[in-house]
């Protein structure tokens, strides 16, 4: 019997992902993927789990659906016979546990598939004597890292009326919300206004962090943690050098400086660093699944990153500027014009300037601070967290920033051997100092 469909059309901020992920297979990467790592102390309940996932599915069935293209435009369609969602990794007693459990998440993040076949979202258990990890692995233009954190907050309620909560009506595609309480000739100046910034951006040539001369292989992460002292100390640094507000803007800093230290791949005059901020409430439940963002960057002269005062100096200036000026908001339109345009031609407007020139020196998200702290998950207490997601080369290098239960952790994800390990390694170093206010 032939399935019976249901369609849903990508909203503009998924589009504005898709893009990603062509420009990211295009270089014979596995896409746009995103994942979402959450570490558990103690045994789960993994009959529990397995129901609780299952239940997700059946009452968002776009979790299991598949992209496919009608014409010019990209839909997801629910199946009646879903793919796979569900794994569980078991390590044996002769496994070391810590590498058992890298090495499948980097066959997961790794694995290539064709993009109409995978399955957009996937749940994997990977357990151990001593310790449980369970991951959340997406495909970005399904959702976004706060979408995860939702439906992490989905499986980790307990009480079925609690899920109950989760089945709000869906509000709509955020983006199109904004745009529809815009009149035309404001839709218009604000588009001149992102074309503006864009072309200020390409003023100077980014510097990029990785070797853009080398073939992409494969994604490596390294994941540093600070400890409640740390990050209590980093916090304090982060509102002298740019306010309660700014904390993203004093990550983004620190690891300018930090890269400029460790050396960088390849020459230029500036750094410029894209960041997407979140159009969703912090509680809100609804969607779970779609992508609400829109970007911001952030850009500084070579001249500026050595000196640490006057590079928070510039870049809350920059920060608040945009914000006054509805630079914040005026990529919406320049988002719903290029969905009109092909993913090549879209991809293209985004990552490269007039000359040719890779725009984002690195990727940038700061996930702030989590919503799971206390919570368990199957019986197992969360005691961590962490992230990954692919990029593409270049720039090579993410980082993805989090807060659990007062402590700070970095992921940097890296494509090899673009950026390599070794330079990871100093980056690192450089990076933790500048946090604590302590240049090695």
């Not at 258990?125 to 989905?154: N, T, V, Y």
């Not at 864009?198 to 600070?226: E, H, T």
């Not at 200036?317 to 006054?324: L, P």
């Not at 692919?390 to 980082?399: I, K, N």
Request: charged share 25%; net charge positive.
């Amino acid at each position: 019997m032939k399935e019976q469909a249901t369609q849903h059309p990508l909203n503009l901020s998924d589009y504005f992902t898709l893009v990603m992920d062509e420009e990211i297979r295009g270089e014979g990467m596995p896409g746009s993927l995103g994942g979402f790592a959450i570490e558990l102390s103690g045994a789960v309940d993994v009959d529990a789990l397995r129901a609780r996932v299952d239940e997700l599915v059946r009452r968002f069935p776009i979790a299991t659906a598949r992209l496919i293209r009608a014409g010019r435009r990209f839909y997801w369609r629910e199946m009646r016979h879903p793919v796979r969602y569900w794994h569980h990794h078991r390590c044996s007693e002769t496994d070391h546990e810590p590498a058992f459990r890298e090495n499948v998440l980097n066959t997961i993040m790794n694995r290539c598939e064709p993009r109409e076949q995978m399955a957009p979202i996937e749940f994997h258990l990977l357990s151990g004597s001593q310790a449980c990890l369970f991951f959340i692995r997406w495909i970005h233009p399904l959702c976004d890292a706060r979408g995860a954190e939702l439906i992490m907050k989905f499986l980790c309620c307990e009480e079925p009326c609690g899920r109950e909560r989760f089945d709000r009506p869906e509000t709509g595609p955020l983006v199109s919300a904004y745009l529809r309480r815009w009149p035309w000739w404001r839709k218009i100046w604000m588009f001149i206004k992102a074309k503006r910034t864009m072309d200020s951006l390409d003023r100077w040539k980014s510097i990029v962090a990785g070797d853009p001369q080398n073939q992409p292989q494969a994604l490596r992460y390294r994941v540093c943690r600070f400890d409640r002292e740390q990050s209590a100390a980093i916090a304090k640094q982060a509102r002298k050098q740019v306010g309660m507000t700014g904390t993203t803007l004093y990550y983004i800093g620190c690891l300018m400086r930090a890269i400029e230290q460790a050396g960088p791949g390849g020459e230029g005059d500036a750094y410029c660093v894209p960041f997407a901020f979140n159009l969703r409430r912090q509680n809100a439940l609804a969607p779970l699944f779609g992508n609400h963002v829109s970007v911001l960057f952030s850009q500084a002269h070579r001249e500026l990153v050595s000196d640490r005062d006057k590079l928070f100096q510039h870049l809350k200036r920059q920060s608040n500027q945009a914000i006054r000026s509805g630079i914040d908001y005026a990529f919406l339109p320049m988002m719903w014009a290029g969905s009109w345009l092909s993913l090549a031609r879209y991809g293209e407007k985004l990552r490269r300037s007039p000359n040719g020139d890779e725009r984002s020196s690195f990727w940038f998200s700061d996930v702030g601070r989590s919503d799971l702290s206390g919570l368990h998950l199957a019986g197992a207490p969360i005691r961590g967290l962490f992230h990954l997601c692919q990029v593409t080369s270049p720039p090579g290098l993410a980082l993805l920033v989090c807060q659990y239960d007062g402590r700070l952790t970095l992921s940097y994800n890296y494509i090899e051997p673009v950026v390599s390990e070794a330079w990871v390694e100093v980056l690192e170093r450089h990076m933790a100092a500048e946090l604590l206010g302590e240049p090695l």
